[in-house]
């Protein structure tokens, strides 16, 4: 499981915990979060999240 940071706000999206509150399940990866999801902090689009290498 990976982890992606919004580079707007630095929101991070973990896979292993999903986003449940938003209907997306625990282990849901990042490539099947719908491409219209945005950032619950700022509203910003997929695109600006990026990949943090551990």
Do not use: Q
């Not at 630095?10 to 491409?35: F, K, M, N, S």
């Not at 945005?38 to 997929?46: T, Y």
């Amino acid at each position: 499981m990976r982890t992606w940071m919004c580079l707007i706000c630095g929101w991070v999206y973990d896979e292993a915990a999903g986003l449940p509150e938003e209907g997306i399940a625990p282990g849901t990866r990042w490539e099947d979060v719908p491409p219209n999801w945005v950032c619950p902090e700022c509203g910003a689009r997929k695109d600006d999240f990026e990949l943090m290498e551990i």
